[in-house]
């Protein structure tokens, strides 16, 4: 018995994407051969769950999806309390696990099974769905690791990234060692440095959340520097990971002035949450309506028979209520526009009023266009969105 596996999974893959182990074994040729792929947690003693595979028919190699399992143990973290935000741990956007490899085939007639013959141990999926361009080749540790300044924090958007001095907000991060906290720099609209802050990180798992937006870092508590952080006076911020110097990119936020604005935050691609802020919202209705036809009975209790305007012979018994909610962007860049695909595509969202969060089942649109400036030609978008709340009149 002899099973040897040809590929591990990438550490920390991307769940939505495929993750495949490989494997082969000196005994295929064995009567009612199958791969025997057992799913376990990261301590390997968890069983989560057995996958039976036959060899595949090219070279007989055992090929096994893990991700269609993997999934239904990743979730998503997202804030909305702006009191006391620290850097948080995003415990269910990874998920760590093991996967022992085994066989079977028939002994003297009797199928018989070999398990654990090899294993995966203790490695790590996490809740991103890349494009599948993006994904050929790519080397999740390389990008998101927080070990340098080419550390990537889990967000395409555009720098610099626009905000609202009142909106809430928060970004992904991945740091098996985690920083010791986090830098804030802000600057007044000359350019001028106001203060230098940093923020104690108390994350301990691999992913974590810091607070990014101008209301969440205003309620954050400081190791250095002084509440508020941004103000009326405050033009742009920078925020990176330090650990006795920077382990991460600077990220560049813009505070823009937008009046009655209202901000969509939804699910990136790399499974944390994105913020867009729009200028303009239009509040609307749409009703389902269902009906049945009774007898509106006109017969009289002196034997007359009659009719009146006022039958109800068509009875409305079922109506739901759906309020929709039309969003127009200020004015916004090419990259913008490319990055935004996500905020089209998100199964998940929360429209941010006037400090409220509301749950929103999604946007409207099934098709989105990546706009492009030719000569100066400003560009923006317009998109309704549905809450995820339904409600209902009257029943009969």
Same mark, same amino acid.
């Given at each position: 018995?002899?099973?040897?596996?040809?590929?591990?999974?990438?550490?920390? =893959?991307?769940?939505?994407?495929?993750?495949?182990i490989t494997a082969s074994s000196t005994n295929v040729s064995e009567d009612s051969f199958n791969y025997i792929f057992e799913i376990y947690d990261s301590t390997n003693t968890t069983l989560l769950r057995t996958l039976r595979i036959p060899a595949e028919i090219d070279y007989s190699y055992g090929v096994c999806h893990v991700q269609r399992v993997l999934e239904? +143990?990743?979730?998503?973290?997202?804030?909305?309390?702006?009191?006391?935000?620290?850097?948080?741990?995003?415990?269910?956007?990874?998920?760590?696990?093991?996967? /022992?490899?085994?066989? %079977?085939?028939?002994?003297?007639?009797?199928?018989?099974?070999?398990?654990?013959?090899?294993?995966?141990?203790?490695?790590?999926?996490?809740?991103? =769905?890349?494009? +599948?361009?993006?994904?050929?080749?790519?080397?999740?540790?390389?990008?998101?690791?927080?070990?340098?300044?080419?550390?990537?924090?889990?967000?395409?958007?555009?720098?610099?990234?626009?905000?609202?001095?009142?909106?809430?907000?928060?970004?992904?991060?991945?740091?098996?060692?985690?920083?010791?906290?986090?830098?804030?720099?802000?600057?007044?609209?000359?350019?001028?440095?106001?203060?230098?802050?940093?923020?104690?990180?108390?994350?301990?798992?691999?992913?974590?959340?810091?607070?990014?937006?101008?209301?969440?870092?205003?309620? =954050?508590?400081?190791?250095?520097?002084?509440?508020?952080?941004?103000?009326?006076?405050?033009?742009?911020?920078?925020?990176?990971?330090?650990?006795?110097?920077?382990?991460? %990119?600077?990220?560049?936020?813009?505070?823009?002035?937008?009046?009655?604005?209202?901000?969509?935050?939804?699910?990136?691609?790399?499974?944390?949450?994105?913020?867009?802020?729009?200028?303009?919202? $239009?509040?609307?209705?749409?009703?389902? $309506?269902?009906?049945?036809?009774?007898?509106?009975?006109?017969?009289?209790?002196?034997?007359?028979?009659?009719?009146?305007? $006022?039958?109800?012979?068509?009875?409305?018994? +079922?109506?739901?209520?759906?309020?929709?909610?039309?969003?127009?962007?200020?004015?916004?860049?090419?990259?913008?526009?490319?990055?935004?695909?996500?905020?089209?595509?998100?199964?998940?969202?929360?429209?941010?009023?006037?400090?409220?969060?509301?749950?929103?089942?999604?946007?409207?649109?099934?098709?989105?266009?990546?706009?492009?400036? +030719?000569?100066?030609?400003?560009?923006?978008?317009?998109?309704?969105?549905?809450?995820?709340?339904?409600?209902? /009149?009257?029943?009969?």
């Amino acid at each position: 018995m002899a099973i040897t596996i040809e590929q591990n999974p990438v550490f920390f =893959a991307p769940v939505y994407n495929d993750i495949v182990i490989t494997a082969s074994s000196t005994n295929v040729s064995e009567d009612s051969f199958n791969y025997i792929f057992e799913i376990y947690d990261s301590t390997n003693t968890t069983l989560l769950r057995t996958l039976r595979i036959p060899a595949e028919i090219d070279y007989s190699y055992g090929v096994c999806h893990v991700q269609r399992v993997l999934e239904g +143990y990743v979730g998503t973290d997202f804030f909305d309390n702006v009191t006391g935000t620290q850097p948080k741990d995003a415990v269910n956007c990874a998920f760590s696990y093991s996967v /022992r490899v085994g066989e %079977e085939y028939e002994v003297a007639g009797v199928l018989t099974q070999f398990l654990n013959l090899a294993s995966v141990v203790d490695t790590t999926c996490w809740n991103a =769905a890349l494009l +599948y361009s993006n994904n050929l080749g790519f080397d999740p540790l390389a990008t998101y690791d927080l070990t340098s300044t080419n550390g990537r924090f889990m967000t395409n958007a555009p720098q610099p990234y626009k905000v609202q001095e009142t909106q809430q907000g928060w970004i992904n991060y991945y740091g098996a060692a985690q920083p010791s906290d986090f830098v804030i720099k802000t600057y007044l609209a000359d350019g001028t440095l106001d203060q230098t802050a940093t923020i104690t990180n108390a994350a301990t798992s691999d992913v974590a959340m810091f607070p990014s937006a101008p209301a969440s870092l205003n309620a =954050a508590t400081l190791a250095t520097g002084t509440q508020p952080l941004i103000d009326s006076t405050i033009a742009t911020y920078e925020i990176y990971a330090d650990d006795g110097g920077a382990v991460s %990119e600077t990220y560049t936020f813009k505070v823009t002035d937008l009046c009655n604005f209202s901000t969509l935050h939804f699910l990136n691609d790399l499974g944390g949450f994105d913020s867009f802020n729009f200028k303009t919202t $239009k509040d609307a209705w749409k009703f389902e $309506k269902d009906f049945y036809k009774q007898d509106p009975k006109r017969i009289q209790s002196d034997g007359s028979y009659v009719w009146s305007n $006022k039958d109800r012979e068509n009875v409305q018994y +079922y109506t739901n209520q759906k309020q929709t909610i039309k969003l127009v962007s200020d004015w916004i860049t090419e990259q913008e526009s490319e990055w935004l695909r996500e905020m089209f595509s998100s199964p998940e969202m929360y429209l941010e009023r006037d400090g409220v969060m509301y749950s929103i089942k999604g946007i409207t649109q099934t098709d989105y266009a990546i706009k492009y400036e +030719y000569e100066g030609e400003m560009i923006n978008i317009e998109c309704e969105v549905e809450l995820s709340i339904d409600n209902y /009149r009257q029943r009969y």
